[in-house]
């Protein structure tokens, strides 16, 4: 099986993981793949989307169960974050509306979230429209990023380069999470 019919056949399902776990990367990714006719621009929006929400609301709902767990709170102890907090607990409904685009905030924003006064309900709605919001444009990016790369390079760009690029920024992603992670216990 060639890579391109491998992502014809399963890139919906790797945007839409790709997107409950890391996001943006995963989406342009989709978006570029889409531009090179591999998969459907709407679908890989809809992946994007579907994967985001429900990240944003399961980690939300999580935060919000075991707010008192020693994890929830080693992530919500830190200087920056309590002042955060401090900010978001007069209008939560702001930041619920917008956390979907401040990067590093897709995993600690609903944690945060969930311990204001904010509801399920209303966290849910703004959460659902910012995802779609957030889907639909870095699903636009990647189509646009596959344009600047033809445009540059023509089509002698194969499939495999671009997903080794998005691989390496997964990775690099991933690294600097987990570097993040061991400098906060330390710290």
Known sequence: MSIESWISNYGLVAVFLGSFVEGETVAITGGIMAHHGLLKPWQVAGAAICGAILSNISVFLLGRRYSGHARVQSILDNKR???LLHKLNKHPARFASIFQFIPGMRIVGPIALAQTRIGALQFAV???VSAFIWGVAYTLVGGAVGQIIDRAFGKVLHTEYVLI??????LAVLLRAIGNHFRTKRG
Not at 165 to 170: F, Q
Request: net charge positive; charged share 15%.
């Open 81 to 83: 974050l309590t002042k």
């Open 165 to 170: 690029a998005a691989g390496l920024v997964l």
């Open 126 to 128: 703004r959460a659902l």
